[in-house]
């Protein structure tokens, strides 16, 4: 008898053993609109996207939807993994990605997500003394397809602004932080912004790079550079 109840036993232990682990649903939802002014996005393409791995080394998953009339959209996905997913809009031959960093494993409403919002940028660079008509202040905010440049002199203090388009910026490259940090480098004469530009290499130290805060939906930003 004792035989026979051992017998039992080691087929459910075994049982248990090989049983996969189940995979947990979970729900992301939230509203679409191009930009924090505007009505709901009905009917839109979009796609919740997922590495299973860093990298994407193995097999990734990919849901998709449309909004409702509403604007509204929901993914309902399985996971077991904690590898943070990303937001496409577009259509089902091109999409571009709109908010990444959303965490995995959680149930979460994003709230408002935009596909083009607007954020104003000031950029202002302090002179900490005065320099002449030979002189010319290069910037680039990141990533950039080339930087803007100043002529001297400079006495004190000198102002540019920007129109900026990005996406999320409410629940937060677009992050869900409730911002998006920003990047510029920049350098005194053009070799000097060459030698910013470089060190963005990982194995140099930063030189003459700034941070800053995108936040949208019309506010006004504003990035500092310092220039001895």
């Known amino acids: 008898m004792k035989r026979f109840e051992h017998i039992i036993c080691l087929v459910a232990l075994v049982q248990v053993l090989s049983c996969k682990k189940e995979e947990t649903p979970y729900t992301i939802t ?3 609109r191009e930009n924090c002014g505007a009505p709901p996005l009905a009917g839109a393409y979009l796609e919740l996207f997922q590495d299973v791995t860093p990298g994407g080394m193995s097999k990734s998953q990919t849901l ?5 009339n509403n604007g509204n959209f929901s993914f309902t996905y399985k996971n ?7 937001l496409f809009y577009g259509t089902a031959s091109t999409s571009h990605k709109i908010l990444t ?14 596909t083009n919002n607007k954020s104003y940028l000031y950029v202002k660079i302090n002179f900490n003394t005065p320099h002449g008509i030979n002189d010319t202040i290069y910037y680039a905010i990141l990533p950039s397809s080339g930087p803007k440049k100043f002529a001297g002199p400079f006495f004190s203090v000198l102002l540019d602004s920007f129109l900026i388009s990005r996406g999320h910026f409410t629940g ?3 992050g869900y932080t409730g911002y998006e940090q920003g990047e510029l480098i920049w350098g005194l004469g053009y ?20 941070t800053f805060r995108y936040r949208g939906c019309g506010y006004k930003d504003t990035a500092y550079i310092n220039v001895q």
């Open 64 to 68: 998709y939807t449309n909004t409702d």
């Open 80 to 86: 077991n993994t904690s590898i943070p997913l990303s």
């Open 191 to 210: 070799s000097d912004m060459q030698t910013a530009l470089n060190s963005m290499r990982p194995d140099i130290s930063n030189y003459n790079y700034v």
């Open 101 to 114: 960093a959303i965490p995995a494993e959680k149930n979460i409403d994003l709230g408002d997500v935009y």
């Open 172 to 174: 937060g490259e677009v």
């Open 30 to 32: 939230g509203t679409l």
